[in-house]
């Protein structure tokens, strides 16, 4: 297996490597960190449904769809990223998601923990510290191969995170006041940032000894040809902003179990747009963006035959459509 | 019917096994409805994203793709032939799939060759038995 340790790239070439080496079906160890901010998106996410894409084009940050999962994602130069590329036959591989990124996160949780921090990993692939995320991650199949892709968070721009993503403004507040409560950074643990080659040397080391020695990889002209024509392909509008399936309201996911569920409802006196936070995936509060409609209903009523239920959002959906019919008559 | 671990497999229907893809395929006349299966259905998580985006398949080909804790898994065909219908229940909703495997069918395609003989096609009760008791020695070990 190889390593790839490339320092500084371009926000996109930071996306495109791991791609491209998945597509050519070579086995490897990549560290790397992007330049400028950027923005990117899971497979399944329309970044006009994720992203202020107008605010992003003025400020130029980038915007980037991968082939794998996770969510919408603020990425920048505070960040350093990881991406393990292993054929999927690979008899060491698992089969499944959750196994995948408990298998492979685990040279990520001792990284942490060698420079002072008591990371844990925290199904589905978040590390966790004290309640609070400490590293993001996603996974999927890209040609022949499985890859994670993940970041260990030195410092986070929380402000930016909140502005960037499509959300109504009244939601902007609460989101960054959940993303602090939520995401914690190597900075805020350790007063301190390590050296970024020292925290790769680690990386390195951890993963050698839970996969075996890795030789040095050359972004050869067959890695970087492959990554132009990739480069086409992502930066198209039409892979850009492919829809995939309509999803009910809007979701802003904050760490695994923490959302804030927001969805304009049609009553009797108009639209209602109607927010509920989410915390350990049971719904926790409820509020109403006008809180002069609905007029005719027990607001406290409504809030406490949602508080405490299991947060499903189709479920969700059609049970706050289900009160507004019954309680409007 | 077959029950492994809680997990149930019916025997009205022939399952694929290649590289862990785990779908059901059940003849209709001169169809076949596929799904995953309920091995599939436990391990895999939380189905939150589904798409089937080519219109003819190639047996063991990807046809499309899933999310599930946060992972993109590929979608594979079992047969080749003409993808004649998408189950839009389930791309609408996709963790369907977890809460009832067996109704909640992705695609139906007309087969090329209806005789669908593979080897990664199996109904012999024995066959799935011992298909499944292997893959999950196989999760015992990773």
């Given at each position: 297996m190889k390593y790839f340790n490339?320092?500084?790239?371009?926000w996109k070439q930071t996306q495109l490597i791991y791609h491209a080496l998945a597509y050519k079906n070579i086995e490897s160890l990549v560290l790397n960190s992007p330049k400028e901010s950027f923005m990117c998106v899971g497979l399944p996410q329309n970044p006009q449904d994720e992203i202020d894409i107008n605010y992003c084009k003025k400020n130029n940050i980038g915007i980037f769809r991968r082939e794998i999962g996770g969510g919408t994602v603020l990425l920048d130069n505070n960040q350093l990223f990881y991406n393990l590329i292993v054929n999927r036959n690979n008899p060491i591989v698992p089969h499944f998601p959750e196994r995948f990124f408990k298998k492979f996160l685990q040279p990520v949780v001792q990284t942490y923990h060698e420079i002072g921090i008591s990371a844990e990993f925290r199904p589905l692939c978040d590390l966790i510290v004290n309640e609070k995320k400490i590293s993001g991650n996603g996974g999927g199949e890209i040609g022949e191969c499985k890859v994670l892709a993940g970041n260990l968070?030195?410092?986070?721009n929380y402000e930016g995170m909140a502005r960037a993503?499509?959300?109504?403004?009244?939601l902007r507040g609460k989101f960054l006041e959940l993303m602090r409560n939520n995401i914690t950074t190597v900075k805020k643990e350790l007063n301190i940032i390590p050296k970024k080659e020292e925290i790769c040397s680690t990386l390195v080391r951890k993963f050698e000894d839970f996969i075996g020695t890795f030789t040095k990889g050359k972004l050869d002209t067959e890695i970087t040809k492959k990554m132009s024509e990739l480069d086409k392909l992502y930066s198209s509008d039409k892979w850009l902003y492919q829809r995939g399936t309509n999803q009910i309201g809007r979701e802003i996911k904050v760490r695994e179990g923490v959302f804030l569920f927001h969805k304009s409802f049609g009553t009797k006196e108009g639209n209602e747009g109607i927010t509920c936070e989410i915390e350990k995936n049971l719904i926790k509060k409820v509020t109403f963006?006008?809180?002069?409609?609905?007029?005719?209903?027990?607001k406290k009523q409504f809030k406490e035959k949602l508080v405490g239920l299991k947060y499903d959002r189709n479920i969700l959906s059609n049970k706050i459509l289900e009160l507004i019919k019954k309680m409007e008559l | 019917m077959i029950e492994i671990n809680g997990m149930k497999f019916p025997l009205d229907r022939k399952y694929y096994t290649k590289n862990g893809a785990h779908l059901w395929l059940k003849l209709e006349k001169d169809s076949i409805k596929i799904g995953m299966d309920a091995f599939a259905a436990m391990m895999?998580?939380?189905?939150?994203f589904i798409t089937v985006n080519k219109k003819a398949a190639k047996s063991g080909e990807s046809i499309g793709s899933f999310e599930s804790a946060k992972y993109i898994s590929k979608l594979y065909s079992p047969v080749s032939g003409k993808i004649i219908e998408i189950n839009d229940n389930v791309l609408k909703d996709p963790s369907k799939i977890n809460k009832n495997p067996y109704i909640s069918w992705i695609f139906k395609i007309e087969p090329d060759d209806k005789k669908n003989k593979s080897k990664f096609i199996i109904e012999d009760k024995d066959k799935i038995s011992n298909w499944i008791t292997e893959e999950i020695k196989k999760l015992e070990i990773k």
């Open positions: 490339l320092g500084e790239l371009n968070l030195l410092d986070f993503i499509s959300s109504p403004d009244s963006t006008n809180e002069y409609l609905l007029s005719n209903i027990d | 895999t998580g939380i189905i939150s």
